[in-house]
């Protein structure tokens, strides 16, 4: 649950913005029907099977508008969700109920979304030590309701954001000259309590990240049976990640190779939709 402090520091700006996105001067359609202000409801309906998520962030929607407006319900973040299912009820002035439905219904389906394929992905690593990570891979401006999404859907969230923790890539090790140098570079920089992650696409690049001492290796777009020898050279004495071309039914032989951790951008940039509706408005009698 995002609980009031994370909402109002972190998380406000961002729904208010969509708001706004949405209402330029005003809602033209709402302002023509509901000319004075008058307390209503409405129902929020669940139209796909899912894991719901972003409760709380639909119910800001509204409050935003109207900070006597409320969301009633028994369903929480994580629950399994069925098409046609009563989930809540919102109440509140029904300039508000209008004018911030698709806000509201806009995080809620993506965030469900989200949620429902990382609650699949993360199943068929049960069993297994290897932890199912997310990555940056976000969609802009969603960044906060997303990786919580995939926390509720039972992922774990990679770093949020590049002030978060040191990860050299490809890129970043060119810059530098050479893996060494890269990790050489990075421990002096980088304060003591950072852990450093190099990527590696190549079992030589995989024995120079462990000889430098890498916190941590990614290995990037290998097949399973160069990660298996991977894990073996690397024996131990360091984390590894598996990175690229992670689909969900790769998701148990990756396991298999041993790995610590295997990082999906699926979670964020592919998840589909669940879809819901706030039906049924009506005025306070």
Do not use: W
């Not at 806000?103 to 965030?111: D, E, I, P």
């Amino acid at each position: 649950m995002l609980n009031g402090v994370t909402m109002k520091i972190n998380v406000d700006s961002y729904i208010l913005n969509t708001l706004k996105e949405d209402i330029t001067s005003e809602d033209v359609s709402t302002n023509a029907v509901m000319p004075e202000n008058k307390k209503g409801s409405a129902q929020l309906i669940c139209k796909q099977d899912g894991v719901i998520c972003g409760l709380d962030v639909f119910e800001r929607a509204f409050k935003l508008l109207d900070e006597n407006s409320c969301f009633e319900t028994d369903v929480k973040d994580g629950d399994e969700v069925k098409k046609g299912q009563l989930i809540g009820v919102v109440y509140g002035d029904i300039k508000a109920l209008l004018s911030a439905e698709r806000t509201g219904l806009n995080y809620l389906q993506r965030m469900s979304g989200i949620a429902t394929i990382t609650r699949e992905y993360a199943n068929e690593l049960k069993g297994s030590k290897t932890v199912l990570l997310d990555t940056r891979k976000t969609t802009p401006n969603m960044r906060p309701f997303e990786k919580h999404a995939v926390r509720v859907g039972g992922g774990t969230n990679h770093r949020y954001n590049l002030s978060d923790g040191v990860l050299l890539k490809d890129n970043h090790i060119g810059a530098a000259g050479s893996i060494t140098r890269a990790i050489e570079m990075a421990r002096a920089y980088a304060p003591f309590v950072r852990k450093i992650e190099i990527e590696t696409e190549t079992l030589s690049q995989v024995e120079e990240a462990v000889n430098a001492g890498a916190d941590i290796i990614m290995l990037d777009n290998m097949d399973n049976e160069t990660m298996k020898k991977a894990v073996e050279l690397i024996g131990g004495r360091a984390q590894t990640e598996c990175s690229g071309n992670v689909t969900k039914e790769r998701l148990k032989s990756i396991a298999e190779t041993g790995v610590d951790f295997v990082s999906c951008g699926a979670l964020t940039h592919s998840a589909p939709i669940i879809d819901f509706s706030l039906k049924n408005l009506k005025p306070e009698d």
